[in-house]
């Protein structure tokens, strides 16, 4: 009787290991974050600026113009290790501008203005921790 009660004990002891075992589950190891893709945004600011006139009958003139800038951004990034490389093209509409009246008599004004303008560049970036990105 010992014995049987012995062999029982042991085979419970071996089965409940095996319940353990199957009872681990391990978790999904996260993704580092990868800054390689394309991206679009919206910009919106103010512009300010000083414009310099030397006309030839030898007064300087300084206009101070500003106003409103907004408009879009889009680019491509490419990753390699730590380091983020990329290319950016934007474009802006824009409501700065400067006048002055009275310059060489009664009704006459000087206006300067900027529609829009854009630009593109490259960059270069460097990302020390996951999802900060220097450049």
């Known amino acids: ?18 319940y353990a075992a199957d009872a681990i589950v391990s978790e999904p ?16 600011g103010g512009g300010f600026g000083k414009f310099k006139y030397d006309p030839n009958f030898g007064t300087g003139l300084d206009l101070t113009a500003s106003g409103f800038l907004g ?34 008599g009664p009704g006459t004004a000087l206006e300067t203005k900027i529609d829009w303008f854009g630009t593109v560049r490259a960059r270069i970036g460097y990302t020390p921790v996951d999802r900060f990105l220097v450049y």
């Not at 010992?2 to 290991?17: E, H």
């Not at 990868?34 to 910009?43: E, Q």
Request: no cysteine.
């Open 29 to 44: 190891i996260a993704a580092s974050f990868d800054w390689t893709g394309v991206y679009i945004g919206v910009n919106a």
């Open 71 to 104: 408009g879009v951004q889009a680019g491509y990034n490419w990753q390699s290790g730590q380091m983020v490389y990329g290319v950016e093209a934007d474009f802006q509409g824009s409501a700065v501008k400067a006048s002055i009246s009275g310059i060489g």
């Open 1 to 18: 009787m010992k014995s049987i009660l012995l062999a029982t004990t042991v085979l419970m002891g071996l089965s409940g290991g095996a």
